[in-house]
């Protein structure tokens, strides 16, 4: 166990540095009707590194860590659902990375339970309690960060949260919420199980499931 619990502090002070290397834009709640299921954290490309020569800081990570104490593969995928239902511009939803960013949760997700998207050069590295679970195009975070923080959001404190444009008192909130837990060695094992599975084929039959509400 000791070589273990050694093994996951590498691998914590291996992110910590990554996270370090990017700048926190801001942090808001995935929320529904006052109830929020993740705690969002946007890190941008640090200014005196955007070569772009605008005031945009281009997307680092973004990290989504659960609140509620369980979220069911439905739920979450309802939870998409809502949001590209407000959305104008289908684009980022309609290619294969957003149906493997949906497939890679294969079971419920927990409390703590961390999902990240990161941008490494050529590809999205998308992460489930520190294992990586798919790569992603290299523009897809970008394109949804670009939705979550749209003119007209789908989710608006989202928005100003992930724009760090929130009170401070809010932002701490969320902040403390955030930071308020891990997934233990043993959630961390059972969700890496779910790179053992096989991907679901999205059918029409169970789109419309998904995009019924869940109990």
Known sequence: ?????????????????????????????????D??????????????NNTTGESFQLPERL???VVEDKISQRRFRQLWTDVMAVVTDQSVFSGQDFEHF??????ALQKNDLIVLAQEGEFVSLTI???EHARLSSHFLGDLVAVLTA???????????LMGT????????????FDSGEPSLRRISQTARWLRK??????????????????
């Open 1 to 33: 166990m000791n070589a273990v619990k050694a093994l996951w502090m590498i691998v914590g002070l291996s992110l910590s540095l990554t996270t370090n290397s990017a700048e926190l834009k801001g942090i808001g709640f995935f929320e529904t009707l």
């Open 35 to 48: 109830k929020p299921w993740f705690a969002t954290a946007l890190y941008v490309q640090p200014a005196d």
């Open 63 to 65: 990290e989504f860590k």
């Open 102 to 107: 949906m497939t890679a949760v294969k079971g």
């Open 129 to 131: 309690n520190y294992h």
């Open 151 to 161: 003119r007209i959001a789908p989710i608006p404190e989202l928005k100003h949260g």
């Open 166 to 177: 929130l009170p401070r008192s809010e932002l701490q909130t969320i902040q403390q919420a």
């Open 198 to 215: 096989k991907p679901q084929v999205a059918s029409q039959k169970s789109q419309l499931i998904a995009a019924s509400p869940s109990v």
